[in-house]
């Protein structure tokens, strides 16, 4: 069974700087593609990035675009979010998802396994 556990999250300032973690233990893991998504109250999860394990391929959301960077490191099984210039809008839960299947999507639903959340909360 695979679990994924996200850090990283906490208070920080417009304009601040955040790193998320997303750490992955299982037996086997061998996803196609890595994903981060957030979700505000209220408000439906959203994609925010996502990277192909192997070839470190990423794609991001218009909105995050310039400020947030995903990374990955195989040998550890580890995702990252470099969130920069943060704003009050990015506040939200933040989730990791791996996706096993050759699936170039940002749907939540078709991501297969996902994290717990941490809260990133961006004071204006």
């Known amino acids: 069974q695979v679990q994924l556990v996200e850090s990283g999250g906490g208070l920080v300032q417009t304009g601040g700087s955040l790193r998320l973690s997303c750490a992955v233990s299982?037996?086997?893991?061998?996803?196609?593609?890595m994903g981060w998504f957030r979700q505000a109250p209220g408000k439906e999860r959203e994609f925010v990035a996502r990277?192909?394990?192997?070839?470190?391929?990423?794609y991001y959301a218009d909105s995050v675009k310039g400020r947030f960077a995903i990374s990955r490191d195989n040998a550890k099984n580890t995702l990252y979010l470099q969130m920069n210039s943060l704003k009050p809008e990015d506040t939200a839960v933040y989730y990791c998802?791996?996706?096993?299947?050759?699936?170039?999507?940002?749907?939540?639903?078709?991501?297969?396994?996902w994290g717990q959340g941490t809260q990133v909360t961006v004071s204006s």
């Open positions: 299982g037996r086997t893991f061998s996803p196609y593609t």
């Open positions: 990277i192909t394990w192997i070839g470190g391929t990423t």
């Open positions: 998802a791996a996706l096993r299947r050759g699936l170039i999507t940002t749907r939540p639903s078709d991501f297969d396994n």
